[in-house]
Structure formats: structure tokens, C-alpha cells
């Protein structure tokens, strides 16, 4: 099995979570490839992808978008798995609606129908959070559960 992980990122933490989530995946064997958006080697043998990015003034970042847009009818025909830094969980269950309806649904809507696992996680301003390492963590081994099934 192959997995890619592509993402952009504006002050890095999206490249942080995209790396702990390939360290997360090979410990289960599996092979990934990770890329900065722009870097992507057009090669899309990959069995899932994985989309991060960040979100600054209510959306994703319009790099990952224009990706999308370019690649959409064929990652519409692959696995995908989506997520997201931002930090609007800080407002409590309320913005759970929110953010999927608008931070989530215009990643999976250009993706299609095969989207495995969607993730939020918070981020950090000045230092890592160690709670989204463990999240990440059990994000990874849901996905690859998936998979499996």
C-alpha cells in the first residue's frame, strides 16, 4: 500500500502535521510519500491521499485549492482522507457544525465521494501542542483501519 500526503501551510505547523502523520503511518508498514502542494510529483499510483491545510480567514489556503481544482477528476477516483489546522474549535461544540460545513466541505467537495476520514486539529500559536500529536495519532490508526476493511 501507498499513501501521499500533500498540504501547504502558512507558518509550517500544517508541514508538522503532515510529517507526524507520515511518521504515524509507517509505523503500520505502509509507504508515504509527503509534499508540499507545489512540490507534488504528478504520480498519483498512490492507494489514498491525504489533503492538509490550514485555515486563515475562514478557508483553507487557496494553493491547496487551486491543487484540487487541478487535480479533482482524478483524486475523485481515488481514496482520500482531508484535514485541517485552525483553532475555531476554541469556541466549545458550537463551531463543530461550522467548521465542517465550512472548513471541511470545500476540501471533501473536490475530492468526491471517497473521502475516508476527515481531521481538525488546533494547532498552535508559539509551541507545539502535544494533545494534537496524540490526536493525530489515533486519526492515523482510524484511517488505516479503514483501509483494512
Request: aromatic share 14%; proline share 2%; with cysteine.
Amino acid at each position: 500500500m501507498k499513501i501521499c500526503v500533500i498540504y501547504d501551510t502558512k507558518k509550517n505547523s500544517t508541514k508538522v502535521f503532515s510529517e507526524w502523520i507520515k511518521e504515524d503511518i509507517q509505523q503500520h508498514n505502509i509507504d508515504v510519500d509527503i509534499f508540499k502542494y507545489n512540490e507534488f510529483n504528478n504520480k498519483y499510483d498512490y492507494d489514498l491521499f491525504i489533503i492538509g491545510s490550514p485555515i486563515y480567514y475562514e478557508k483553507p489556503l487557496k494553493g491547496i485549492m487551486k491543487f484540487l481544482e487541478e487535480n479533482s477528476s482524478i483524486l475523485k477516483e481515488k481514496k482520500t482522507a482531508v484535514f485541517i489546522v485552525c483553532m475555531a474549535q476554541l469556541f466549545g461544540k458550537a463551531t463543530e457544525k461550522y467548521i465542517k460545513n465550512h472548513y471541511l466541505r470545500p476540501l471533501e467537495e473536490k475530492v468526491g465521494d471517497l473521502v475516508v476520514e476527515s481531521g481538525v486539529f488546533w494547532g498552535w500559536i508559539r509551541k507545539i501542542n502535544e494533545k494534537d500529536r496524540d490526536k493525530v495519532k489515533k486519526w492515523v490508526n482510524e484511517i488505516v483501519k479503514k483501509l483494512g476493511d
